[in-house]
């Protein structure tokens, strides 16, 4: 297994050891052994990195220079760029990223991310013109402004951790904010190398500031709660975002979230290619571990039966073609901890004791090595009322619900406190009509892609608040300023 590189700290433009030189395990997915210390920050180095980015903000012209700012944040993304195969490694070996899923939304998706928000940046806008109005015999002129909402503490997931602190960190640089990064305590070096970076591309101190922790919640705590942080980009799990909401709301902290969900694939009875289009909902893409993977698999009864014998044979077809991290096709590794191994096999019993039928799969495989391998699992005869149908898993687990029609399908798809994303595959305009009643911030209609880095990604209900990547998301990091010129 690779040694990687230890992780620094990044914090006022130095990179540097945690206090007292604190460290602690970083630990590889595969093999469950150490692969690199990282530093463990303590609330001494957060509050530095806090106070470096609120002087970094209120002093200097990081807020008002955008042109400054484009041509630094595109110079950290060519560095970013030039460093593919080491976020490839990082990816791999600190994620649990098979090599087939870096060539996608781990490595290869997130740097085009970072190109999609310089390619959207010129259409931001900075200033709107709300012309003249009398006002006591006189006229004003009104003009909006719109500016950088201040520090930003950018806390993410260990999921895909660098197209995610693309998402936040590039958004929030090129708006004029100064951010901090508090990566999640899995994945700490994927936040590292990208304050290594970012100090090789030479941003004024404490532009941006990374703080890795082992601690899951104090760091984060520490900017949720901190009056020096204007607002807080979050993405992580539901119950995390609303703890978020709770303790910001002292200090009135603006919070942008992104959060779980538990979305549905709808297959219509007209579905092009039937067979091909169940065959290709096995959830196995890094392992499931994905916010907007669909993981809820709806199919009408009068195919119902069809649609079982057709999973049932492409998973056994998929067979062993995954676990191997030297196997550049395989797209499904590990998942990510063995806490996390220990939570999705409880929902496994979970979904067996709730009465659901266990199709395939359903195991830990310890035969592919120390790490934390389940098996690609499918459940059918599932109802919608069931725990597993309702919670997010996040492993490699699917579920598949039969529906009598398309009302059905609709209330059974927007059943779900979540409401992230989800996809309809059938005629054409009839899928339309579908996907436009489903309540979620994205929608596929036949495999169409409608997450990329020039577009705005979100969550509708408890999926989330606000939206990230495109045009508006940098805008998400934006304040309004209105101001009205008398005597004009
Ligand atoms: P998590 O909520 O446990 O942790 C996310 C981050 O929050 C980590 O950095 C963690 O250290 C930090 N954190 C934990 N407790 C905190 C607290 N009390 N205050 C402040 N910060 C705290 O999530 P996870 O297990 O790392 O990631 C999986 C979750 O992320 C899933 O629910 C998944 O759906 C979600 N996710 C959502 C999206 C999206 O865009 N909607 C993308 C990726 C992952």
Redesign the pocket.
């Known amino acids: 297994m690779a040694k990687l590189s230890d992780g620094l700290l990044y914090i006022d433009g130095k990179l540097r050891p945690a206090a007292g030189g604190r460290t602690y395990d970083d630990i590889s997915p595969w093999t469950g052994e150490v692969i690199a210390k990282a530093a463990d920050a303590t609330p001494e180095d957060v509050n530095e990195a806090i106070a470096a980015a609120r002087r970094a903000f209120d002093a200097g012209d990081w807020t008002t220079n955008k042109e400054k700012r484009f041509e630094l944040v595109k110079k950290f993304q060519d560095l970013l760029r030039a460093n593919k195969e080491r976020l490839g490694d990082i990816a791999r070996h600190e994620a649990g990223a098979a090599t087939g899923a870096v060539g996608l939304a781990h490595v290869d998706n997130a740097l085009q991310g970072g190109d999609d928000y310089l390619k959207v940046f010129p259409d931001v806008a900075w200033e709107k013109d709300y012309g003249l109005r009398e006002f006591r015999g006189g006229n004003t002129h009104r003009v909006a402004v719109y500016e950088p909402v201040g520090v930003v503490g950018a806390?993410?997931?260990?999921?895909?951790p660098l197209y995610?602190q693309i998402?936040k960190v590039h958004a929030a640089l090129l708006a004029g904010c100064t951010v901090i990064l508090?990566?999640?305590?899995?994945t700490p070096l994927m936040g590292a190398i990208m304050g290594e970076l970012a100090h090789e591309a030479g941003f004024p101190p404490g532009v941006f500031n990374v703080i890795t922790?082992s601690?899951?919640?104090q760091?984060?705590?520490m900017?949720?709660t901190d009056p020096r942080v204007d607002l807080i980009s979050?993405?992580?799990?539901?119950?995390?975002?609303r703890?978020?909401m709770e303790?910001g709301a002292p200090t009135l902290k603006r919070v942008f979230l992104?959060?779980?969900?538990k979305s549905a694939h709808i297959i219509l009875d007209d579905a092009p290619d039937f067979p091909m289009t169940v065959a290709r909902s096995m959830l196995v893409f890094h392992a499931g571990?994905?916010?907007?993977v669909t993981s809820r698999l709806l199919v009408p009864k009068s195919r119902y039966q069809e649609a079982v014998a057709i999973l049932e044979k492409a998973y056994q077809g998929f067979g062993d073609n995954w676990g191997d991290i030297d196997n550049p096709g395989h797209i499904m590794g590990p998942v990510v901890s063995k806490k996390?191994q220990e939570r999705v096999l409880a929902y496994i019993e979970l979904g067996k004791k709730e009465g659901a039928r266990l199709l395939a799969g359903g195991k830990a495989r310890p035969d592919k090595g120390e790490g934390y391998f389940i098996e690609p699992t499918v459940f059918v005869d599932v109802d919608n009322k069931m725990r597993i149908a309702q919670e997010?898993i996040?492993g490699p687990v699917l579920v598949v619900i039969p529906y009598e029609d398309d009302e059905d399908a609709i209330r059974i798809a927007n059943e779900s406190d979540y409401g992230?994303s989800g996809m309809v595959t059938g005629g054409k305009e009839r899928a339309m009509k579908i996907a436009k009643r489903i309540r979620t911030g994205t929608m596929s209609v036949n495999g169409g892609m409608c997450i990329a880095g020039d577009l705005p990604?979100?969550?509708y209900k408890q999926?989330?608040i606000g939206r990230?990547w495109g045009r508006e998301g940098i805008e998400e990091f934006l304040e309004t300023k209105l101001i009205g010129v008398g005597g004009a």
């Open positions: 806390i993410t997931p260990w999921n895909v995610v998402g508090k990566p999640a305590p899995d922790a601690d899951p919640a760091a984060g705590e900017l949720v979050f993405t992580g799990s539901t119950g995390v975002g703890r978020i303790k992104e959060l779980g969900g571990q994905g916010c907007a996390q997010e996040f992230l990604f979100g969550g999926s989330g990230e």
